[in-house]
């Protein structure tokens, strides 16, 4: 086979990093479901000591992680959350972070209740704002965090320029890739130190797993995550690592689909004479555009909207009444979900935060998945109108 570097992302995620099993020729990895593992004598054994520290199950997930986001070195976690933990471990009580101010409710939530505690200082403002990023730059900042696009607005930051604000300064640029997967964007590529996902969504995409990554080029913080990694011990274990492996296989195809019906989608919606704003990518009103034209290679199947005559019971209504779309937590999966951000994903964040950062009350976030988009189209225009009975 070609080396990897040469090898189109689908193929990439069906062989990269694999090869067969070299005891039996299994194609698939085997699932090593085993705690512990034989020694010849003390310290003298095959690679394999206890499965907390290595297990060929997750050892291959991991090489998969690394190929498919173009990186040397990937670790998985048991969750996204227990992945942000582990960089966080990378700083000192006195670093600083400067993050989104429009992010995910856990990590808002693991910044601000367990790492302001240690004494970590974090920063929530618009990265798309020069002015506000360098304003908070200083020789204590350590971490600029950035998703792209973000949870639940969809805003597109520009990875080259955030890369610029490392130079001449001992700092690490770490992207949430989840909303994207590499299969839109390679960050790494953009000039990222460490690209995170929850796994559980786009890359396990079929809502059976809960599971988290990193993936980095830089073999010193490679081996600064695997000390903690393994200090922790929050690893994802070999079942999850199997069904993840079978998920990024299929990446490719599922994000193809992902990407148009979400667009079918959202062009329903910003032509519904009952919808004020639709949040995606693609429209060229959409703060971004221009930059998710340059850096992604499509707009992915997150979006998110606001009626005209939006209240919270209407929003409460319209996601009760969805039938194809099912209500809840999580997204990426082959079914389509919808979510109120407010009292859902993003319960954590103080409500004078969600609304400075722009997310409503009656904001609605749809994950498109895999059906027939004229059935999401045909769901989504029922419930509108019983919200609006």
């Given at each position: 086979m070609a080396k990897e570097k040469d090898l189109g992302f689908g193929t990439l995620s069906i062989h990269g990093g694999q090869f067969p099993d070299p005891s039996t020729g299994a194609v698939m990895p085997p699932i090593y479901q085993t705690s512990t593992y034989v020694q010849e004598a003390p310290g003298v054994h095959k690679g394999y000591e206890y499965?907390?520290?290595?297990?060929?199950?997750?050892?291959?997930?991991?090489?998969?992680?690394?190929?498919?986001?173009?990186?040397?070195?990937?670790?998985?976690?048991?969750?996204?959350?227990a992945a942000i933990d582990a960089v966080m471990k990378l700083l000192s009580p006195g670093d600083e972070v400067i993050a989104t101010n429009d992010l995910y409710g856990g990590t808002y939530r693991l910044f601000t209740k367990i790492f302001e505690n240690w004494g970590l200082v974090f920063h929530f403002v618009d990265l798309s704002n020069e002015d506000e990023v360098k304003a908070k730059l200083n020789d204590k900042t350590r971490v600029i965090w950035a998703e792209t696009p973000t949870n639940p607005l969809l805003r597109i930051f520009d990875i080259r320029k955030l890369a610029t604000l490392k130079e001449g300064r001992n700092l690490m640029l770490v992207v949430d890739n989840?909303?994207?997967?590499?299969?839109?964007?390679?960050?790494?590529?953009?000039g990222a130190d460490i690209v995170m996902h929850s796994v559980t969504k786009y890359l396990g995409g079929h809502s059976d797993l809960v599971m988290g990554a990193l993936v980095v080029r830089d073999e010193k913080i490679a081996q600064d995550l695997y000390f903690i990694q393994n200090s922790s011990g929050a690893v994802c274990g070999?079942?999850?690592?199997?069904?993840?492996l079978r998920g990024i296989k299929t990446l490719h195809v599922r994000m193809q689909r992902h990407c148009e019906n979400a667009e079918t989608v959202a062009r329903f919606l910003i032509s519904h004479p009952e919808v004020k704003k639709v949040y995606w990518p693609g429209f060229p009103g959409h703060i971004g555009h221009e930059t998710a034209n340059k850096q992604m290679r499509g707009f992915g199947g997150m979006l998110s909207f606001e009626l005209k005559n939006d209240s919270l019971e209407r929003a409460f209504t319209l996601v009760s009444s969805l039938k194809v779309f099912t209500l809840a937590e999580s997204l990426g999966g082959v079914e389509s979900l919808a979510g109120h951000?407010?009292?859902m994903t993003h319960a954590a964040i103080p409500r004078e935060e969600r609304m400075k950062a722009g997310l409503s009350d009656s904001l609605i976030r749809l994950s498109v998945g895999l059906e027939d988009a004229k059935d999401l189209v045909r769901d989504l225009d029922q419930a509108i109108k019983k919200a609006l009975e």
């Open positions: 499965s907390r520290t290595q297990n060929p199950t997750r050892h291959a997930l991991e090489r998969s992680l690394a190929a498919i986001e173009k990186g040397q070195f990937g670790l998985a976690f048991g969750s996204g959350l989840t909303f994207a997967t590499p299969y839109l964007q390679t960050p790494l590529d953009l070999p079942m999850d690592s199997f069904l993840a951000p407010a009292s």
